[in-house]
T-cell receptor
């Protein structure tokens, strides 16, 4: 079983709503990630937090706003989304940054988001 | 040319077959290589992690890396219906994890 926990598992929201996705890990990992995955496509990186600081933002629209309250928690705040933002949103974590020797990235089960 | 190329399949094999999944890459800076398994509507599950050329075995799974040819493989021995999933290769350098497009595998009884 994955040790990266994501809530909610499913979310349906209107284009004017504000909602948040939450992620938690208790492995002592210092890097956390948000990925977006569309059907039959590989995960696409959105954000990377390293030691609680945002280190990578892959030119993600501002309607997605990440937050890392502490080393175990990662949130993704959603506002004014579009139907094309409907996807599986995956949280992941690793001991250190991706390019570090021996570093492996573990994914949560994901949050299925539908924007109507 | 994509940085990581992977045959999308689908690949359909009978139970007990040996499965070979492959990825090629173009950037020689990639240092660390992973294989993930993703069941339908689930998150990717890490199967194998390697960083040097050669083979690494874990149960029915063997990961192979050939850095000189920029080629990695995952072999599954004695395949089972429960192995039916999408398999994603992934590799890293600097701060990014780059995925292949994934290969859908179907193992039928």
């Amino acid at each position: 079983d994955t040790e990266v926990t994501q809530t909610p598992k499913h979310l349906v929201m209107g284009m004017t709503n504000k909602k948040s996705l939450k992620c938690e890990q208790h492995m002592g990992h210092r890097a956390m990630y948000w990925y977006k995955q569309k059907a039959k496509k590989p995960p696409e990186l959105m954000f990377v937090y390293s030691y609680e600081k945002l280190s990578i933002n892959e030119s993600v629209p501002s309607r997605f706003s990440p937050e890392c309250p502490n080393s175990s928690l990662l949130n993704l705040h959603l506002h004014a989304l579009q139907p094309e933002d409907s996807a599986l949103y995956l949280c992941a974590s690793s001991q250190d940054r991706p390019g570090s020797a021996g570093n492996t990235i573990y994914f949560g089960e994901g949050s299925w988001l539908t924007v109507v | 040319q994509k940085e990581v190329e992977q045959d999308p399949g689908p690949l359909s094999v009978p139970e007990g077959a040996i499965v070979s999944l492959n990825c090629t890459y173009s950037n020689s800076a990639f240092q660390y290589f992973m294989w993930y398994r993703q069941y339908s509507r689930k998150g990717p599950e890490l199967l194998m992690y390697t960083y040097s050329s050669g083979n690494k075995e874990d149960g029915r799974f063997t990961a192979q890396v050939d850095k000189s040819s920029k080629y990695i493989s995952l072999f599954i021995r004695d395949s089972q219906p429960s192995d039916s999933a999408t398999y994603l290769c992934a590799m890293t350098f600097t701060d990014k994890l780059i995925f292949g497009t994934g290969t859908r595998l179907q193992v039928f009884p």
